[in-house]
């Protein structure tokens, strides 16, 4: 603690502590000269300067004074000496020496280090701490009791100027338990002036709950003294307050307009319902934007799921697109593969119809070979005619003319056969001609056909609708052709049969009649060895011929196996089904 030097020392209202702190005493205070206590709480004005004028600090210009509690270091320490030393109502000027104000480093970049400091100062207002003994309020009267809870409700307020709301809180708990009396003997005016002080108290304290946050315990206490004083205003528009800070809207608006029928102008209660209104209207607004953007959200939803109903729509479009392209495809493929065939077909039946020809030639051959055989044989059997002493050469000579007959008929015969065959394999030829160009056509057909479809198939599904009708048209015909071609194959395989019925009719005729010269070619042996081996020689041409018949059934069987074996694909008009896309 310092000490203060006694008056007259350094002058007149100078006044010197043991620290080198000079205080000039400008204007007297009020009251008695002492130091202030701790914990009292002080309002004052002051100016700062350096020692070359310079003025670093004002509460003036802030137009804002000190609230300071005396003790609580929150000053240099020669500031708080010189105030603890002033009275009510007194203006000084107190210079502080660097060691008690702001030492050798100062204050950058406004305060030098080792600055000395002027302030200037008017003490407004000084309030003692309230010290009061519990123990002993039942020895103090009513209105004692009641100065005491005003000065401490009054304590608490500076406390709260000072936003200490905690230590405010406190003196305010104090100043309720001074007027909370234990007996009834309280008279009615005492009794009400009691509740009065208690509601202000109970209405500050709701204020610190408000401040720290306490909204719960704020709405208790002022719900507290709603129920004794339903229409105290501050404790409505406070309780408003807190349920608008934890969002209970509906009950603050409540609130509100009750402390608006009790006083309509108070600017605060009006401030805050507007406040409210404006909630209000931005919650409403929030909604809305919130039913557009759900709204907006189920109409994207919605998009989406169409999006992808379409894209599912479309991919499986696609696939039976490219499946019905696989299944063109493929149905190109046979019918490529059919046609090969067909083509492999008809080449083995011209190479079984060069064979053929080739085997008819060499028959040909044989058969030269054994007419002129057998004319050998004639002339062999001729000398041994005469050898026989021309005996029967009547009827050698008769004999030899009927063989010389049955030779050229058998000749006759042959060049008819090979005229038949000739006329047989020309016609085959023709068929197969007449089959090459059918299958060029039919090819040709299906190569426009498959133009005609890939042009149409961007067109509309009633045209692909009449473009298979013409189709299936096209296809009715074309079965009606191949129905035609195969009526005129079986014609033709028919004539063929009666042919081949008719040589062998001859055939058989010509058997006969060799059965009749065999029969007399066996008399003559009887008469003759000659005649005998003239008959073994016949005989032997019998054979040849009987072999050149079989040849001849075996070419024929092969000539009718050849017709009745060309491929024909009965699906072939059922191909262009396929393409009814």
Same mark, same amino acid.
């Given at each position: 603690m310092f000490e203060?030097l006694?008056?007259?020392e350094?002058g007149k209202?100078?006044?010197m502590t043991?620290n080198g702190?000079q205080?000039?005493i400008k204007?007297e205070?009020?009251g008695e000269r002492?130091?202030?206590p701790?914990?009292?709480?002080?309002t004052?004005h002051?100016?700062?300067?350096?020692?070359n004028?310079?003025?670093?600090?004002?509460?003036?210009?802030?137009?804002?004074?000190l609230?300071?509690i005396i003790?609580?270091?929150k000053v240099?320490?020669g500031?708080?000496?010189?105030l603890?030393t002033?009275?009510?109502?007194?203006?000084c000027?107190i210079?502080?020496?660097p060691?008690?104000?702001?030492?050798?480093?100062?204050?950058?970049?406004?305060?030098?280090?080792?600055s000395?400091?002027?302030f200037?100062?008017h003490?407004?207002?000084?309030?003692e701490?309230?010290?009061?003994?519990?123990?002993?309020?039942?020895?103090?009267?009513?209105?004692?009791r009641?100065?005491k809870?005003?000065?401490?409700k009054e304590?608490?307020?500076?406390?709260?100027k000072?936003?200490?709301y905690?230590?405010?809180?406190?003196?305010?708990?104090?100043a309720?338990?001074?007027i909370k009396?234990q007996?009834?003997?309280?008279?009615?005016?005492?009794r009400k002036?009691?509740e009065?002080?208690?509601?202000?108290?109970?209405s500050n304290?709701a204020?610190?709950?408000?401040?720290?946050g306490e909204?719960?315990?704020?709405?208790?206490?002022?719900?507290?003294?709603?129920?004794?004083?339903p229409n105290?205003?501050?404790?409505l528009?406070?309780?408003a307050?807190?349920?608008?800070a934890i969002?209970?809207f509906n009950?603050?608006q409540?609130d509100?307009?009750?402390?608006?029928k009790?006083?309509p102008?108070?600017r605060f209660?009006i401030?805050?319902y507007l406040?409210?209104?404006n909630?209000?209207?931005?919650?409403?607004e929030e909604e809305?934007k919130?039913q557009?953007?759900?709204q907006?959200?189920?109409q994207?939803?919605?998009?989406n799921?169409n999006?992808?109903?379409?894209q599912?729509?479309?991919?499986?479009?696609?696939?039976?697109?490219i499946?019905?392209?696989?299944?063109?495809q493929?149905?190109?493929q046979?019918k490529?593969?059919n046609?090969?065939q067909?083509?492999?077909?008809?080449?083995?039946?011209?190479?079984n119809?060069n064979?053929?020809?080739?085997?008819?030639?060499?028959?040909?051959?044989?058969?030269?070979?054994n007419?002129?055989?057998?004319?050998?044989?004639?002339?062999?059997g001729?000398e041994s005619?005469n050898?026989?002493?021309?005996r029967?050469?009547?009827?050698?000579?008769?004999?030899?003319?009927?063989?010389?007959q049955?030779?050229?008929?058998?000749q006759?015969k042959n060049q008819i056969q090979?005229q038949?065959?000739?006329?047989?394999?020309?016609?085959?030829?023709?068929?197969?001609?007449?089959?090459?160009?059918?299958q060029n056509q039919?090819?040709? +057909?299906?190569?426009?056909q498959?133009q005609?479809?890939n042009?149409n198939?961007?067109k509309?599904q009633n045209q692909i609708?009449n473009?298979?009708?013409n189709q299936n048209?096209?296809?009715n015909e074309n079965?009606?052709?191949?129905q035609?071609q195969n009526?005129?194959?079986?014609?033709n +395989?028919i004539q063929i049969?009666?042919?081949?019925?008719?040589?062998?009719?001859n055939?058989?005729q010509n058997?006969?009649k060799n059965q009749n010269?065999?029969q007399?070619q066996?008399?003559s042996q009887?008469?003759n060895?000659?005649?005998?081996?003239?008959?073994n020689?016949?005989q032997n041409?019998?054979?040849?011929?009987?072999?050149n018949?079989?040849?001849n059934e075996?070419?024929?069987?092969?000539e009718?196996?050849?017709?009745?074996d060309?491929?024909?694909?009965?699906?072939?008009?059922d191909?262009?089904?396929y393409?009814?896309f």
């Open positions: 203060i006694s008056l007259g350094l209202n100078v006044e043991s702190i205080k000039l204007k205070g009020k002492k130091l202030i701790k914990g009292s709480i002080i004052a002051y100016e700062a300067r350096l020692e004028g310079e003025i670093f600090d004002s509460t003036w210009k802030r137009n804002h004074p609230v300071y003790g609580s270091g240099i320490p500031f708080e000496k010189g603890m002033m009275r009510e109502q007194e203006i000027e210079t502080i020496p060691n008690e104000a702001y030492g050798k480093f100062g204050s950058p970049p406004t305060i030098p280090g080792n000395t400091v002027i200037n100062i003490m407004q207002q000084i309030k701490k309230v010290r009061i003994n519990f123990k002993n309020l039942d020895s103090f009267s009513v209105s004692e009641m100065l809870s005003k000065s401490m304590e608490g307020n500076e406390y709260v000072m936003e200490k905690k230590i405010a809180m406190i003196s305010y708990s104090k309720i338990r001074i009396f007996n009834s003997k309280l008279k009615f005016s005492q002036q009691c009065q002080l208690k509601g202000q108290i109970l304290l204020l610190c709950h408000l401040k720290i909204f719960g315990k704020a709405i208790m206490t002022c719900t507290t003294v709603l129920k004794r004083d105290n205003v501050k404790c528009y406070r309780r307050q807190a349920n608008m969002q209970n009950i603050a409540v509100l307009e009750k402390g608006l009790l006083n102008k108070n209660l401030r805050e406040n409210l209104m909630i209000f209207k931005e919650r409403e809305l919130n557009n953007q759900n907006n959200q189920n994207n939803q919605n998009q799921q999006q992808n109903q379409n599912n729509q479309n991919q499986n479009e696609n696939k039976i697109k499946q019905n392209q696989n299944k063109n493929i149905q190109i046979n490529n593969k046609q090969n067909n083509e492999n077909q008809n080449k083995n039946q011209n190479q119809q064979e053929n020809e080739n085997q008819i030639g060499n028959k040909n051959k044989n058969q030269n070979q007419e002129n055989q057998i004319g050998n044989e004639n002339e062999i001729n005619k050898q026989n002493q021309n029967n050469e009547n009827k050698n000579q008769n004999k030899n003319q009927n063989q010389n049955i030779g050229n008929e058998n006759n090979i038949n065959l000739n006329k047989n394999q020309n016609q085959n030829q023709n068929e197969n001609q007449n089959q090459n160009q059918n039919n090819q040709n +057909q299906n190569q426009n498959n005609s479809q042009k198939k961007n509309n609708g473009e298979n009708q048209q096209i296809g079965k009606n052709k191949n035609n009526k005129n194959k079986n014609q +395989q049969q009666n042919k081949n019925k008719n040589q062998n009719q055939k058989n058997k006969n010269e065999n007399n066996n008399q009887n008469k060895k000659n005649q005998n081996q003239i008959g020689e016949n041409q019998n054979e040849n011929e009987n072999e018949e079989n040849k075996n070419e024929n069987e092969n009718n196996n050849l017709i009745v060309i491929p024909f694909n009965d699906d072939d008009s191909i262009e089904a393409f009814d």
